[in-house]
């Protein structure tokens, strides 16, 4: 069950208005699109963390479409909930394949609705980048379980194909929405500093915290699975479901020509990933 539990404040900024609709608006391309990436990476979370996963109850903060929620419930959890503010990606998590031990509800990452040490271990995959209070959700963590395993782009990483697709983007007229301006400039960076994560999570009151790189290999391997991946996008797919749908096959055949140079291995992400325990 979707419910809106959230408070107004905190880090609901990070997913309120336009970056939740443009999220919400990606929903349906999401899976087929950047999740393939987001999978494999949720798969490598979920295998670092400082505790057992199987048995475990689990929260995914930030959850999506639940990447990390079914790489949690593979590794043997027995129960995740996952939550997030984009209500549209949450209706796809994959509940119905778990019925008995996945739900979802919509919830501030820094106020969550929660009783304290509700779960044996946090999940927050790729959603600290989004957190205006980040260390006031490293505290909502730290209060409501046992362990933290979160994941962020390392700082610095790019890839060819978002040049060569942006490119294509720009002659269709693309320009990057402000809130995605702000996020790259101004919240992503801090979730992407080795120093300032250790330095939030202790601050926040967390012990036994690491911070370590993982270089992965993903599924990614395709000129289409590329330009899907960008395209899919949440700051790019609300402007090509917004062409007609002559404008947006061509958009996508010539993404994929763009993307095809770039493709010849499989896509390489290197994964920060911190790991932190709640202190006893």
């Known amino acids: 069950m979707v419910g809106d539990l959230g408070g107004p404040g905190g880090a609901a900024a990070g997913l309120t208005g336009p970056v939740r609709a443009a999220y919400d608006a990606g929903a349906d391309g999401w899976d087929a699109g950047p999740g393939l990436m987001y999978r494999d990476l949720a ?3 979920v295998a670092s963390s400082p505790v057992p996963v199987a048995g475990a109850r689990v929260l995914d903060l930030g959850a999506g479409t639940g990447a990390a929620s079914a790489a949690a419930l ?3 959890a027995a129960e995740v909930v996952a939550a997030d503010l984009a209500v549209g990606m949450l209706a796809r998590c994959p509940q119905a394949l778990h019925p008995q031990a996945l739900r979802a509800v919509a ?4 106020a969550l609705p929660f009783r304290d040490r509700s779960f044996g271990l946090v999940l927050a995959a790729f959603c600290l980048g989004h957190l ?3 260390r006031a959700c490293l505290a909502e963590t730290r209060r409501v379980s046992a362990a933290l395993a979160a994941s962020s782009f390392a700082p610095g990483w790019t890839h060819p194909a978002k040049q060569a697709v942006g490119e294509v983007l720009a002659e269709f007229g693309y320009t990057a929405p402000g809130w995605y301006r702000a996020f790259k400039s101004e919240t ?9 994560l250790r330095a939030e999570a202790s601050a926040a009151g967390l012990g036994d915290v ?13 000129p289409a699975q590329y330009a899907s991946w960008r395209l899919g996008m949440a700051h790019v797919a609300p402007f090509v479901t917004g062409l007609t749908p002559d404008r947006r096959a061509d ?4 993404a994929e020509a763009a993307a095809a140079p ?16 709640s202190p006893s």
């Open 251 to 254: 958009l996508t055949r010539r």
């Open 210 to 222: 690491r911070v370590r790189t993982l270089l992965l290999q993903t599924s990614v391997a395709t």
């Open 43 to 45: 798969r490598a979370l």
């Open 132 to 134: 205006p209070e980040l």
């Open 188 to 196: 992503e960076p801090r979730s992407q500093d080795p120093r300032l």
């Open 74 to 76: 593979a590794a043997g």
């Open 107 to 110: 919830a501030d990452a820094a």
């Open 262 to 277: 770039t493709s010849a291995r499989p896509l390489e992400v290197p994964m920060l990933v911190l790991t932190a325990r």
